[in-house]
């Protein structure tokens, strides 16, 4: 429900902020009935006359009663209260985190679901469930070309996508990057073809590592059916990817030795589009790679990362200072409590 509810606001923020103002009235009544209206202005600093608009509403809802000695909860009032309490308190905190958040990295928006995705996997879901509800309200009409990462977030999150298709409405998901050598159902090529399957679009694949010699890579861009791919993933206006822990992606990676020595030493702790950053968000190291780069997102229209979990919130603020103004994080309230830790806005 509250994803729901934070989905609304997207598109009419006015009645998410009357349903949390006409609450704080019942609220603060509740709190301190009996009490005057001009009482209840001051401790909730708003004018006595957009007050009395507001609960001259809520009296013929036969929500509050007003007598000589103050305004008190009826008990529909009451009731309303109570049944509301738990979820607003709730609605309330959670948008206040995401404002937060979203203020703290200065991008577009964060969407942040309840729990913590390492420890409980259903929270995952509910990234795939706030993606969808993303792009299905992010996507313009017409012909979208959707590039998406691999990963096993986003193998994960594939799944709960559902039908984004229209009559004005087209939808072609494309892998981001080649293979990088890891299971075959966490790679791009994977995750983009399932992504086609639950939203009902097309898709096409690009059938290349991801590291390559330069002789190799060069001989590989002659090839027309992979040019024409990495020209359909250039052109993309919407790119979906995750945010990876760096030693850990360098794992996968199948990196050498001597890799993973320089990235400890540098002090990574972020990976995204074959890029490395330490803790002040710095690149210090980029994988060669086909598709994507870092550099491209400039020019994408829409983009959202996800990633969650306490352990990633390092990568998670590294990464956010490189992250176009214009991305929607979804993460989790375990990340998100753990990077705004000390931080006041």
């Known amino acids: 429900m509250l994803d729901e509810l934070k989905?609304?606001?997207?598109?009419?923020?006015?009645?998410?902020?009357?349903?949390?103002?006409?609450?704080?009235?019942?609220?603060?009544?509740?709190?301190?009935?009996?009490?005057?209206?001009?009482?209840?202005?001051?401790?909730?600093?708003?004018?006595?006359?957009?007050?009395?608009?507001?609960?001259?509403?809520?009296?013929?809802?036969?929500?509050?009663?007003?007598?000589?000695?103050?305004?008190?909860?009826?008990?529909?009032?009451?009731?309303?209260?109570q049944s509301l309490e738990n979820f607003m308190d709730q609605l309330l905190g959670m948008h206040q985190t995401e404002k937060k958040l979203a203020e703290y990295f200065g991008n577009q928006r964060c969407i942040v679901v309840s729990g913590n995705s390492e420890e409980q996997p259903k929270v995952a879901d509910a990234f795939g469930e706030a993606l969808n509800e993303a792009l299905d309200l992010l996507l313009p009409e017409g012909n979208n070309i959707i590039a998406v990462m691999g990963g096993t977030t986003m193998a994960v999150v594939a799944e709960q996508l559902t039908n984004l298709e229209n009559n004005q409405r087209h939808n072609l998901f494309v892998p981001a990057r080649g293979g990088i050598g890891e299971a075959v159902t966490v790679q791009a090529n994977s995750v983009s073809a399932r992504m086609a399957t639950k939203a009902s679009g097309?898709?096409?694949?690009?059938?290349?590592?991801?590291?390559?010699?330069?002789?190799?890579?060069?001989?590989?861009?002659?090839?027309?059916?992979?040019?024409?791919?990495?020209?359909?993933?250039?052109?993309?206006?919407?790119?979906?990817?995750?945010?990876?822990?760096?030693?850990?992606?360098?794992?996968?990676?199948?990196?050498?030795?001597?890799?993973?020595?320089?990235?400890?030493?540098?002090?990574?702790?972020?990976?995204?589009?074959?890029?490395?950053?330490?803790?002040?968000?710095?690149?210090?190291?980029?994988?060669?790679?086909?598709?994507?780069?870092?550099?491209?997102?400039?020019?994408?229209?829409?983009?959202?990362?996800?990633?969650?979990?306490?352990?990633?919130?390092?990568?998670?603020?590294?990464?956010?200072?490189?992250?176009?103004?214009q991305t929607w994080l979804i993460t989790d309230e375990a990340a998100a409590k753990e990077i705004l830790k000390g931080v006041s806005l």
């Not at 320089?262 to 995204?272: C, F, G």
């Open 7 to 81: 989905m609304i606001e997207s598109v009419a923020p006015d009645i998410i902020e009357v349903l949390q103002e006409r609450y704080k009235i019942l609220r603060n009544i509740y709190w301190m009935q009996p009490i005057g209206r001009r009482s209840l202005s001051e401790s909730m600093g708003i004018t006595e006359r957009v007050l009395r608009t507001e609960t001259d509403l809520l009296k013929q809802l036969d929500l509050i009663n007003t007598s000589k000695s103050g305004m008190t909860l009826t008990k529909k009032g009451e009731e309303v209260y």
């Open 202 to 325: 097309n898709h096409r694949a690009l059938y290349v590592p991801e590291q390559l010699s330069l002789a190799t890579y060069n001989s590989l861009l002659n090839e027309p059916s992979i040019q024409e791919v990495l020209n359909l993933i250039s052109q993309a206006n919407c790119v979906i990817h995750s945010i990876g822990r760096a030693l850990h992606m360098a794992a996968r990676r199948k990196m050498t030795e001597k890799e993973l020595v320089m990235l400890k030493q540098a002090n990574a702790v972020a990976e995204s589009f074959g890029y490395f950053f330490n803790e002040n968000g710095e690149v210090v190291y980029k994988v060669p790679r086909i598709g994507i780069e870092l550099k491209d997102l400039a020019n994408v229209p829409i983009i959202l990362a996800i990633a969650g979990g306490k352990s990633k919130a390092k990568a998670i603020r590294a990464y956010m200072k490189n992250a176009p103004k």
